[in-house]
């Protein structure tokens, strides 16, 4: 007769005899500060099979300069009570924290409904100690025109939004305009201050906030509200004098990029000021609007 043998799971037999040891960090592994903020220790967990937690048994070794900017690591040991030990690492970066340029803030919500565009200009030209109020602009500078309308043959005609603000940005039918209008405004009246409006186009927010955010300059910026995803909602018109279709991309919304680190910033004219979105959602927004941009220089 033959010998009978009995095949149990390796972590059974395991379990039965030997402890196992577990460490664990709570949160990431590399964590990232500002300089100037105390870090706070996310903590590690650890247990063994026969003792259950043993976290109150870790000892940690090494310290974090939160006014230093570097890279520090924090060893985590644990040893339970049969003599095995565990060992787990958190890498802390301290960076520098964004320098987020404190351009003055204005609410469109009561006043400017759809006044987005000539909103956060009149923020940047404060910024720029141009003394400009928002009526100033809209009343005295900016070219509007009426909305599409439909003629006696059914067709809808219009203006373009790269021409003519479209609508009156005080009323809720107000519609939009695009950076060469709000370039074109500016242009009537800055040079006396020693300033002028630079029309930007392509690129990434990323290459805006390198060129002209950290050297001190907000940024006229057409996106989307919350950073959504931008779509043709069907709305269309012929051009007058032209054979063009204008179609509407929504929901168009315009903001002032003011500063980055791994997120961007905002004055956003519908919220509140130095709005923070993380990076993606805002760049496709940005594409998604032709990546126009203006800046006061």
Not at 30 to 37: D, E, L, P, R
Not at 81 to 108: E, F, K, M
Not at 128 to 140: C, G, Q, W, Y
Request: charged content about 20%.
């Amino acid at each position: 007769m033959g010998l009978a043998i009995l095949c149990l799971p390796a972590d059974w037999c395991m379990s039965q005899t030997t402890r196992r040891l577990r460490l664990s960090l709570i949160g990431n592994q590399s964590v990232k500060i500002y300089a100037g903020v105390i870090f706070a220790d996310p903590g590690i967990k650890a247990s063994d099979n026969f003792d259950g937690n043993i976290s109150d048994l870790v000892v940690s070794q090494g310290d974090v300069d939160c006014s230093t900017i570097g890279t520090y690591t924090i060893t985590y040991r644990v040893v339970d009570a049969a003599g095995n030990s565990s060992q787990a690492t958190r890498d802390v970066v301290v960076v520098s924290a964004p320098v987020i340029l404190d351009a003055p803030y204005i609410d469109q919500r009561s006043e400017w409904p759809n006044g987005c565009e000539s909103v956060r200009t009149v923020m940047a030209l404060q910024y720029a100690e141009i003394d400009i109020l928002v009526d100033t602009f809209i009343d005295n500078y900016l070219d509007m025109c009426k909305l599409p309308y439909y003629n006696e043959n059914g067709k809808r005609w219009g203006y373009s939004h790269w021409d003519y603000f479209v609508g009156d940005p005080r009323k809720s039918t107000g519609l939009c305009c695009y950076a060469p209008v709000i370039k074109k405004t500016c242009d009537k009246f800055i040079a006396s201050y020693g300033h002028s409006a630079q029309l930007l186009s392509g690129g990434t927010l990323e290459f805006l906030c390198c060129d002209y955010v950290d050297n001190g300059k907000p940024v006229i910026v057409w996106a989307t509200m919350q950073m959504k995803t931008p779509y043709l909602n069907g709305k269309k018109w012929t051009i007058v004098g032209t054979d063009t279709v204008f179609a509407w991309i929504v929901p168009v919304h315009c903001m002032l990029l003011t500063s980055h680190d791994d997120t961007y910033f905002f004055n956003d004219p519908l919220s509140r000021k130095n709005v923070k979105y993380t990076k993606n959602k805002p760049e496709a927004a940005f594409a998604g609007m032709y990546s126009q941009a203006v800046v006061i220089s």
